[in-house]
């Protein structure tokens, strides 16, 4: 059985790079976070609601 190889396109010196796609998740994290609301929960609360159901996670 034939392995499979693959090329890469070089561009030749001097030339612009290609355009790559966007991605929608680095376009996010560029952006930042959204802001918390002011007298909202604070990430400690959401973390803890979050782990609330996951037993044994807050037993002692």
């Known amino acids: 059985m034939a392995a ?4 890469t ?3 030749p010196p001097g030339a612009p790079a290609p ?3 966007s991605n929608p ?3 996010a994290a560029l952006k930042g976070l959204p ?4 007298g ?3 990430s400690a609360e959401l973390e803890a609601e ?3 159901d ?5 037993e002692d």
């Open 25 to 27: 998740f680095a376009e």
């Open 40 to 42: 909202g929960p604070t």
């Open 9 to 11: 396109e070089i561009s």
């Open 19 to 21: 355009e790559r796609p």
């Open 35 to 38: 802001k918390a609301e002011p």
């Open 50 to 52: 979050l782990w609330a």
């Open 54 to 58: 996951v037993p044994g996670y807050n």
């Open 4 to 7: 499979e190889t693959t090329t």
